[in-house]
């Protein structure tokens, strides 16, 4: 019998690898950083999308992941690259290390925790985690863009006005198996800001045989208000604020934003 999650996980980071090849946000990044050499720390680097274009900008780089099926991606990339390093570590319950003059915390990673903690608390701790990681006068970037959710305005959402399933990817991963994941439709609770659905993963494996799992999924809804208070809290000061990478201003209809702050 299979064993129904790595291979789903496998799966996942294979076309994750093959579908987000995306640059605009990494070169954003990169400019944001700027040119000079930093230590720089990308919590949750997944297979390096990020963390490998930061190597060779020239900075000195750490990813942490919790997911091997990603991280064993990283190596490949990072051939002939000398001051790139990353581990596994569960960027909730670990240690991020410290003495960064950078956090990343990009791809709209703090809406997208995986965490068994409450979720909003997950999401304070990693701005916490990001303030203890930082050399004194270092900086915290995000990248934030709650799902169409308008982070202006709590609980009101942009993009899920359909509410029928979507096929989000579909592909052959490296092995030869075919599948789907699909997005289920579902519901946003506006008293805890919890955003719950399920993702069905449907595949069939190039050796014969095939699954469709249902993982549940939920995600906290931050408002822009609140990332600013966590921020205050932790002792940074924002410099830099926008939608966008043409840095819009953010209004009442912004469902994202770009925040580099530095700490105290
Ligand atoms: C969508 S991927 C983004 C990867 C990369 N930052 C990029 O932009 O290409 C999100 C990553 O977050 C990781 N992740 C989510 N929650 C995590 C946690 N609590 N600890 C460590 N990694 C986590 C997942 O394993 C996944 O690789």
Redesign the pocket.
Known sequence: MFDEKPIISKWV?DI?DQK?TETE??DFLLSVIGNEPKRVL??????????IPLAKAGHTVIG????TF??DKVSAKAAGLEKIEWHK??????DWGSGFNVV?L????LY????DMDYKK?QELFIKKAASSLVPGGYVYIAYSPGGYNITKPGQSQSHKDNGSRVVWEGTDNDGNYGKMILLPGSFNAETSLNSFSRRFELTFANDGKISQDIDCVKHFATLEQIHGWLSDAGFIIELECEGFDKKTINDESCEVIIYAQKK
């Open positions: 980071a994750y987000v946000d990494v990308e919590v949750c680097c997944g297979s390096g999308r990020i963390l942490i992941d919790a997911d990603m991280l570590a569960d960027a909730v319950h670990d990343v990009a791809d709209n990673i997208n925790i995986v965490s997950a």
